[in-house]
């Protein structure tokens, strides 16, 4: 089996700030990908997911800044499911 993406998939890091959410979840320093045909398409799966509690949304690891701020890795299918305060 192939390590390589396949066609036409990609994936997009999302950062996150300090404290996220009502329990406060503690994800500062940390990262998601999430694998998506599109920009448009990985923001919307983000936004079902989190709602808009994250901060930050990348084209790349490296734009994210992984290795260079030692960022924690945290699963997509791991985080928790949030509601923004107006929902």
């Known amino acids: 089996m192939s390590d390589k993406k396949p066609l036409n998939k990609y994936w997009y890091s999302f950062g996150f700030g300090h404290h996220h959410g009502p329990d406060k979840i503690p994800l ?17 799966k983000m936004f079902e ?21 030692r960022m924690g890795f945290v699963p997509f299918d791991e985080l928790q499911h949030q509601q923004g305060p107006n929902t």
Not at 49 to 69: H, L, M, N, Q, T
């Open 28 to 44: 500062r320093n940390c990262y998601t990908v999430v694998e998506a045909e599109s920009y448009e398409e990985a923001r919307a």
């Open 49 to 69: 997911k989190r709602g808009p509690i994250w901060a930050f949304d990348y084209r790349s690891e490296e734009a994210c800044g992984v290795v260079r701020f």
